[in-house]
């Protein structure tokens, strides 16, 4: 599985967009990524994924750039609930390894 | 709701005394997998089981086992647990291997 590289932490003030990044030079064509939160002590949740046109759903946004070595996951809205540890992972039809992940801070 | 339960939500056992943990879902999914979470790190596959068919990730201890009776549950036994075991378990379910993941809340594993 490729590697994936995000930043350790990120503060988003409450009411405006949270954009994370997250850096996976080493993909290769068959691989998706995958974006899942974890909120403390609960199961990691899903909440997107894509291969290399742009998504959205009702949780988040993802943009993927054109050489697909980067994402981002935008959300558009952040709100006090969205404080959590976001996972980026890079994965084909098999199995999913987690990275360290970003903790997304959500403040008032 | 459809969901993936996991019980106990925390369980306390001693030092070598073995301790089996479950979980059960009602997504009617095929694949169910074990995870291994310690305090500030990322959860860690330790195996899956796609029906029947059981998957072990090549470093996980011989320590830990696996059983899935049926659809519907799988359950986690730690053989002889040590202080290093201690840790959240999650459970987690997919339709087929490269869907996305349904995570239950986890069991909390004390070794005293």
């Known amino acids: 599985d490729a590697k994936t590289t995000q930043p350790t932490s990120m503060d988003c003030a409450e009411g405006r967009a949270a954009n994370l990044p997250c850096n996976h030079s080493?993909?290769?064509?068959?691989?998706?990524v995958y974006w899942y939160r974890q909120i403390h002590s609960q199961g990691p949740q899903y909440i997107i994924h894509?291969?290399?046109n742009n998504e959205t759903n009702e949780m988040a946004s993802l943009i993927i750039t054109e050489d697909r070595k980067s994402s981002t996951l935008i959300l558009p809205h952040a709100t006090l609930r969205d404080t959590a540890v976001y996972y980026c992972i890079v994965r084909d039809n098999n199995d999913m390894r987690f990275g360290a992940g970003t903790r997304l801070t959500v403040k008032p | 709701d459809a969901m993936v339960i996991q019980n106990p939500r925390y369980q306390v056992t001693q030092f070598g005394k073995p301790v089996t943990l479950s979980c059960s879902q009602t997504l009617n999914h095929n694949v169910m997998y074990w995870y291994q979470q310690k305090s500030s790190q990322a959860p860690k596959l330790l195996f899956h089981?796609?029906?029947?068919?059981?998957?072990n990730e090549a470093d996980t201890p011989d320590n830990f086992q696996s059983r899935r009776p049926n659809t519907s549950f799988c359950f986690l036994d730690i053989r002889s647990p040590g202080l290093g075991d201690a840790a959240m378990y999650l459970c987690?379910?997919?339709?087929?291997?490269?869907?996305?993941?349904?995570f239950g809340p986890g069991t909390r594993l004390t070794v005293l």
């Open positions: 894509g291969l290399k």
């Open positions: 987690a379910t997919s339709r087929v291997s490269y869907n996305e993941q349904f």
């Open positions: 089981y796609y029906d029947k068919d059981f998957n």
């Open positions: 080493t993909i290769s064509g068959n691989e998706y």
